[in-house]
């Protein structure tokens, strides 16, 4: 039964009801020992008994007040700060506060207060586990939104993966048009084998996570990571459905339930975010090439002509320019129409590619003219190029029907630091120049501006 909105009032009223039914019970009590009746229920003892129970029950509220208040005044005490510190939560630097220690209380006694604090902290680690999971995941949505580049959101989400999952070691492979390559890796030792792996091709395959657990007690002869795993997982990085990349990570313990929670929460976001990335990276690589002929177009190549121009200039190093141009390409055109002349023009951007080095930039910088920009090559180097290019058309040809269409070339380059200018333009209009007098000394030949 309640009498007030206070356990502790209601407790007092109670103790104090129950001394007083004490002091009234005890006269009759001490007569039934012997007490005669004439010193039992005299008005002074009977008072007498009455204010001791009511003193026996104060000092019983007092005791519980003392002994039980503390300890609940212990458990709300912390309470509050729980909740003062997640009002309070807005950075992650203040998500780490919110740390189990923190908040605990001692439990000092085996029962249900007991049982309460034990609860208590419980919740605590729980709630720990919940606001660390919640801050990290914000964090890593953050990330993604933050980097459209594969090689940046990959690197930025290996490192958050590592830090927020317990791994140790970790790589990021995604599907490139139907080949998988490898976006990031850190603590891998062969990070492209990655991409031959058969349990990652079977992930990227079944969309199913694989985790891999390595006895303690068997030995690997080949492991990929610099330490000595416990577990690897391999989990799919997918977009509505359908896999679009995978994490490898490598742990020395195994992963804990919230560090699986953390995965498919960052994986989810991760999919969508990959997606879109390798979407952008179709669009720029896109946007680049010149879609007749698969060169960088004349902006994009100009571009990285400025970018090689000024490393060469830094770096004290040659740069080479090859400007070409076809030959008689409108009688081309008027003789077999443009079909042809298109063909014409992919075949010779084919033939150019391949009388290219690696690193080396080919762009189709006008109608039927094409420049090379070609990174530490000397002037003997940019006329070998020249004469490699020349040789290749002149002895190719695009077949229409019956009829052979051979066309030829003429070439101009121009190598600095041999000829000096202050801009890559200076180096365009010299390889321009260079081009024309081999047209003017007719054409199917290479000149080199000196």
């Known amino acids: ?74 458990l709300a005490s912390g309470m509050r700060r729980v909740e003062g510190t997640l009002g309070a939560m807005t950075t992650q630097i203040e998500t780490a506060r919110m740390t189990p220690d923190t908040f605990r ?15 208590f902290n419980r919740l605590v680690d729980a709630l720990a586990v919940a606001t660390q999971t919640q801050f990290a995941a914000r964090s890593f949505a953050e990330m993604l939104t933050s980097e459209l580049a594969i090689d940046g959101l990959a690197r930025n989400a290996l490192e958050q993966l590592l830090e927020h999952t317990g791994a140790t070691a970790g790589a990021i492979v995604y599907d490139a048009d139907g080949q998988l390559e490898v976006a990031a890796a850190q603590g891998i030792r062969d990070a492209n084998g990655l991409v031959s792996s058969e349990p990652v091709r079977e992930v990227m ?83 680049a090439l010149d879609p007749l002929t698969g060169a960088y177009n004349r902006r994009f190549g100009l571009l990285r002509l400025h970018e090689e121009f000024g490393r060469a200039v ?21 003789t077999h129409g443009h079909v042809v002349g298109d063909r014409v023009l992919r075949s010779i951007a084919a033939l150019t590619r391949s009388a290219l080095r690696e690193g080396d930039v080919l762009m189709r910088y006008g109608g039927e003219e094409f420049l090379a920009v070609l990174p530490a ?53 010299l390889a321009d120049g260079a081009l024309y007098r081999a047209k003017e000394s007719g054409r199917n030949r290479v000149e080199i501006a000196r």
């Open 377 to 429: 090559a000397s002037s003997d180097d940019v006329r070998g190029v020249g004469e490699r290019i020349r040789r290749l058309v002149e002895d190719s040809a695009v077949m229409e029907g019956e009829v052979a269409v051979r066309v030829t070339v003429s070439v101009g380059g121009v190598a600095y630091p041999n000829r000096s200018v202050e801009h890559e333009e200076g180096l365009v209009e």
């Open 105 to 119: 209380i001692d439990v000092d006694s085996e029962d249900e207060i007991g049982d309460s604090a034990r609860a």
């Open 314 to 334: 830094r770096a004290s190093t040659p740069l080479g320019v090859v400007m070409l141009d076809v030959d008689h390409f409108k009688a081309v055109n008027d």
């Open 205 to 287: 395959r079944s969309g199913r996570t694989r985790f891999a657990g390595i006895p303690r007690d068997v030995q690997v002869d080949a492991v990929v990571v610099d330490f000595r795993p416990r577990v690897v997982a391999v989990l799919p990085i997918s977009h509505k459905g359908v896999p679009v990349g995978a994490v490898v990570l490598a742990a020395e313990q195994d992963f804990e339930a919230d560090h699986r929670t953390r995965l498919e929460l960052f994986l989810h976001g991760l999919g969508l975010a990959l997606n879109n990335a390798l979407a952008h990276d179709r669009l720029q690589t896109l946007a």
């Open 1 to 74: 039964m309640r009498f007030t909105r206070r356990v502790f009032h209601d407790l007092a009223i109670w103790m104090v009801v129950l001394g007083l039914g004490i002091g009234v019970v005890f006269p009759f009590f001490v007569e039934r020992l012997g007490v005669p009746a004439s010193i039992a229920f005299t008005p002074a003892f009977v008072t007498a008994c009455l204010v001791a129970g009511a003193l026996a029950g104060g000092l019983n509220y007092a005791l519980a007040r003392l002994i039980v208040g503390q300890r609940l005044r212990a």
